[in-house]
């Protein structure tokens, strides 16, 4: 062991590691946020806003922002500089259970206890989009790492599902004087034949209790899952399909992340 953080609270539920300098934020059951130095094994700044637990914590990968969200139902967008709250997003009915940052546009990705995962762009501070499909709480939903308009999602309606956001791109960063403005003002409206905002691609079955973690491989088409099956299973994708390609089993208890 490198480093041991020590600190009185009965959980951390996230972490983030910040992708230049030697700091990883931890969320804690206790409502607090910290900020450590993990070089120096020093605690750099607290941050006591949400009311409750706090599961979801992200770094920006330009910014110097970090996102969180909470058990308050609330997802607050942070400056580390000025080192506050800048803002906070109202939508969610239930628990927040992750949020993180889109690696290029301006946007937030929420999964939630209320069955829905919510996008929201930070700069307008408004909700963009809520992906509705899973019938249990979203556990966790991540954006494609690269250039590819997809989210995955998993959830303890033991699937993992996979969500084709190609039509809000192209509504929300499409060239045009009036494009985002218009979508802002209306943004439940789908073009008259077009695209959906987003729309399940694929839904992965194949876990047999509630979903806990999905995330991305990196470059290649494949996705991994990790379940209170005690399972983690990887998947394999491409246009017209999703399956499953491996299971790897030695857990003894949940599987929590992966």
């Not at 041991?4 to 910040?18: D, I, Q, Y």
């Not at 607090?32 to 706090?54: A, C, M, N």
């Not at 956001?165 to 409206?189: E, F, M, Q, W, Y």
Request: aromatic share 12%.
């Amino acid at each position: 062991m490198l480093t041991n953080f020590e600190t009185k609270s009965a959980r951390v539920k996230g972490l983030s590691f910040h992708p230049k300098r030697p700091w990883i934020l931890a969320s804690l059951h206790s409502g607090v946020i910290q900020l450590w130095d993990y070089r120096i094994s020093t605690l750099i700044e607290k941050f006591d806003e949400h009311d409750g637990p706090v599961r979801g914590i992200a770094f920006h990968n330009q910014q110097p922002l970090f996102v969180s969200g909470g058990d308050d139902f609330k997802i607050k967008v942070w400056n580390y500089k000025q080192r506050r709250c800048i803002f906070t997003l109202l939508g969610h009915l239930d628990y927040v259970r992750t949020t993180v940052f889109h690696h290029e546009y301006p946007w937030i990705l929420s999964a939630s206890d209320d069955q829905t995962i919510r996008i929201w762009n930070w700069q307008s501070r408004s909700c963009i989009c809520v992906l509705t499909g899973h019938n249990h709480y979203v556990m966790c939903a991540q954006f494609h790492p690269s250039d590819e308009d997809i989210i995955v999602s998993a959830s303890l309606d033991q699937t993992v599902r996979i969500w084709d956001i190609s039509g809000l791109r192209k509504k929300n960063v499409a060239p045009g004087p009036t494009g985002l403005d218009d979508h802002l003002k209306n943004p439940s409206a789908t073009d008259l034949f077009g695209q959906a905002d987003a729309v399940v691609k694929h839904v992965l079955e194949g876990h047999d209790r509630g979903v806990n973690w999905a995330s991305f491989h990196p470059s290649l088409p494949l996705i991994v899952s990790g379940a209170d099956d005690r399972q983690v299973k990887l998947w394999r994708m491409n246009e017209y399909k999703a399956w499953e390609v491996d299971t790897c089993r030695g857990h003894y208890y949940n599987v929590s992340c992966v």
